[in-house]
């Protein structure tokens, strides 16, 4: 038995007659005749009773024809799940965002991808420091990340969205809080707040304050944006964080530009190189038309010696 002649005898019913089912299904009436009976000869019974003006369903045909109907509705389901499936519109993808990125790319990139696939289960990890980004994507508990290179897994493509430069978080009583720009060799001898070790942010901090001629003075270590911020507003410290942290506005901090030395910290997309399919694949190139759109992106040239990078963006 052949879903087609299950379709063959459905239309048939719902027609009232043959010929007019033929009509439908754009065959000729004795394909239909015939199916519809080898379709009652193998099932041993009679789902029809005919004459000359009419067809009339038995008791068999009736109930035969109900299961049909909701066979026939489920195969078309299963045919454009598929489809939808390989188009990457149906599924389940799970997202991380560096901490910096959870205030300025998260909810564009969220809100986008939601609108062009609303059936997609959506996971999202934010606050995740690079390190742990990295070991998700190897493992497969994460689909695609925005973090911060370098990456040192060659199993992880890294697509280069732009390079940040750093300010100066200060407390709004800080002496040097109004001023419009500030000289990191300023904030020698001050108490820090850092990102915790290993991540890129920890490292540009130390390296960062080296240029300067110092190193700095690190009393708290925190694994989250907002709370290196929250502590920065309390007085705690002050800190170094990427532009794109101005987007997260808590009362008693402010953020001031790096006037020297002129530093940045890179952004990228990364996803494993073995592990993209048809949801990462959609994703990808949603994320790269929002961020074209709202230019966002920065960097046009890709170069790192660590993970592999494309130049797709």
């Keep these: 038995m052949e879903l087609r002649h299950m379709k063959y005898f459905v239309t048939v019913v719902d027609e009232g007659s043959f ?5 439908r299904l754009s065959v000729a009436q004795s394909p239909v005749s015939h199916q519809v009976r080898k379709l009652e000869r193998e099932l041993g019974v009679t789902l029809l009773e005919r004459t000359t003006r009419s067809i009339a ?14 066979l026939l509705a489920a195969a078309e389901d299963a045919v ?26 998260m909810p564009n ?35 695609v990340g925005l973090l911060r290179p370098p990456v040192k897994a060659p199993e992880i493509v890294v697509e280069l969205l732009r390079n940040e ?50 190193m700095p003075i690190i009393r708290q270590h925190v694994g989250e944006t ?27 901090v402010t953020y001031r530009p790096l006037r020297s030395p002129e530093t940045a910290v890179p952004l990228a997309l990364a996803y494993h190189k073995d592990a993209v399919g048809p949801l990462t694949r ?21 170069g790192q010696e660590t993970g592999a990078y494309v130049d797709s963006i």
Excluded: W
Excluded at 19 to 23: C, G, I, L
């Design 282 to 302: 959609r994703y990808l190139d949603i994320a790269r038309t929002v961020l074209r759109s709202k230019k966002l992106i920065n960097v046009t040239q890709v």
């Design 109 to 143: 990139l969220v809100r986008a991808y939601r609108e062009r696939s609303p059936y997609v289960e959506l996971t999202l990890r934010s606050e995740m420091l690079t390190p742990a980004q990295v070991d998700a994507l190897l493992d497969g508990t994460l689909s």
């Design 80 to 105: 454009e799940s598929a489809r939808k499936a390989d188009r990457g519109e149906i599924g389940s993808l799970s997202l991380g965002f560096i901490g910096s990125a959870t205030y300025e790319l």
């Design 226 to 252: 907002a709370t290196l911020v929250a502590m920065v507003a309390a007085g705690l410290g002050v800190s170094l964080a990427p532009e794109s942290i101005r987007h997260l506005r808590m009362n008693g």
């Design 19 to 23: 010929t007019r089912a033929a009509e």
């Design 165 to 214: 430069p750093l300010m100066a978080v200060v407390p709004v009583q800080h002496r040097l809080a109004t001023y419009t720009a500030i000289d990191l060799d300023d904030l020698a001898g001050e108490n820090f707040i850092g990102y915790r070790a290993p991540s890129t942010m920890y490292d540009t901090l130390i390296n960062t304050c080296a240029q300067a001629g110092f």
């Design 57 to 70: 369903l038995t008791e068999a045909g009736r109930v035969f024809y109900n299961r049909c109907v909701s």
